[in-house]
């Protein structure tokens, strides 16, 4: 039913869901609620099972775990320069879903989360830039670390990772992931992976260069970083470190 990341910090069944005990809190990330309407509106016609997804997840989580708390981990929502109008319906969807199930909800704020801070205060949801649980700090990760903060775990996501492992035929299989980075500093990130259907991700790499956020590029190791793989039905496996599995990477899909 879990399994452990990092001390204090676990991942629930085979659900892209971390789970802190101590604090009766549950963490998601990249849920991007209003993706099919952006893809509509390019022509291109997706069933609408982002928010149906996120409720599932939330309530599945809810099941396995005692929680009080729910941490969104940035960009519950896709479109950058508006609130679209399947957007706005799809996050009151979630959470009027959600709402009562918690005590908090807080939005740990993403680089899509624009032009919904009205609504989601209807539904008494905090809204910051950064989130301190002792000394865990959660972030989206899209911006770089103040020099000053000496966090012990850095909980973030903006990546969507996930691993590609090519067998010797060129067979890829791809499965979202957890990763698990030491970073410079002395911290230990975990990058969560995206809830939402259509945001299958970055392939991990050892190469800096291959991410997105600017604290994995200037202070991820990671050839010492461990991926943990969601595996439906099966739960959340670890695996060895990327310096290790390096050969079967497939970091271009």
Same mark, same amino acid.
């Given at each position: 039913?879990?399994?452990?990341?990092?001390?204090?910090?676990?991942?629930?069944?085979?659900?892209?869901?971390?789970?802190?005990?101590?604090?009766?809190?549950?963490?998601?990330?990249?849920?991007?609620?209003?993706?099919?309407?952006?893809?509509?509106?390019?022509?291109?016609?997706?069933?609408?099972?982002?928010?149906?997804?996120?409720?599932?997840?939330?309530?599945?989580?809810?099941?396995?775990?005692?929680?009080?708390?729910?941490?969104?981990?940035?960009?519950?929502?896709? *479109?950058?320069?508006? !609130?679209? $109008?399947?957007?706005?319906?799809? /996050?009151?969807?979630? +959470?009027?879903?959600? =709402?009562?199930?918690?005590?908090?909800?807080?939005?740990?704020?993403?680089?899509?989360?624009?032009?919904?801070?009205?609504?989601?205060?209807?539904?008494?949801?905090?809204?910051?830039?950064?989130?301190?649980?002792?000394?865990?700090?959660?972030?989206?990760?899209?911006?770089?670390?103040?020099?000053?903060?000496?966090?012990?775990?850095?909980?973030?996501?903006?990546?969507?990772?996930?691993?590609?492992?090519?067998?010797?035929?060129?067979?890829?299989?791809?499965?979202?992931?957890? *990763?698990?980075?030491? !970073?410079? $500093?002395?911290?230990?990130?975990? /990058?969560?992976?995206? +809830?939402?259907?259509? =945001?299958?991700?970055?392939?991990?790499?050892?190469?800096?260069?291959?991410?997105?956020?600017?604290?994995?590029?200037?202070?991820?190791?990671?050839?010492?970083?461990?991926?943990?793989?969601?595996?439906?039905?099966?739960?959340?496996?670890?695996?060895?470190?990327?310096?290790?599995?390096?050969?079967?990477?497939?970091?271009?899909?």
């Amino acid at each position: 039913m879990f399994t452990r990341i990092l001390r204090d910090v676990y991942a629930v069944s085979d659900l892209p869901v971390l789970y802190m005990p101590r604090y009766k809190s549950i963490f998601i990330a990249d849920v991007h609620l209003g993706f099919e309407e952006e893809m509509a509106s390019k022509g291109v016609f997706l069933p609408r099972i982002q928010v149906k997804r996120a409720i599932e997840v939330v309530m599945k989580a809810l099941d396995l775990v005692d929680a009080e708390n729910l941490v969104i981990v940035g960009d519950l929502k896709h *479109l950058f320069e508006r !609130l679209g $109008r399947r957007e706005a319906r799809d /996050v009151t969807e979630f +959470l009027s879903a959600v =709402q009562g199930r918690f005590r908090r909800i807080i939005l740990v704020r993403g680089n899509h989360d624009t032009f919904v801070y009205v609504k989601l205060r209807k539904f008494g949801v905090e809204i910051v830039d950064e989130l301190w649980i002792d000394d865990v700090l959660v972030v989206h990760g899209h911006k770089p670390l103040s020099a000053r903060v000496r966090p012990r775990i850095v909980i973030m996501a903006h990546e969507h990772p996930s691993i590609a492992i090519r067998d010797p035929l060129g067979t890829v299989a791809k499965l979202p992931c957890f *990763l698990v980075v030491p !970073l410079k $500093r002395g911290a230990t990130a975990v /990058v969560m992976p995206a +809830l939402g259907m259509y =945001q299958s991700g970055t392939a991990v790499s050892t190469s800096n260069e291959a991410y997105l956020s600017p604290i994995l590029k200037s202070e991820g190791l990671l050839h010492e970083a461990k991926p943990f793989a969601i595996v439906e039905g099966e739960g959340v496996c670890e695996l060895p470190r990327l310096g290790i599995i390096e050969s079967f990477l497939q970091t271009t899909l």
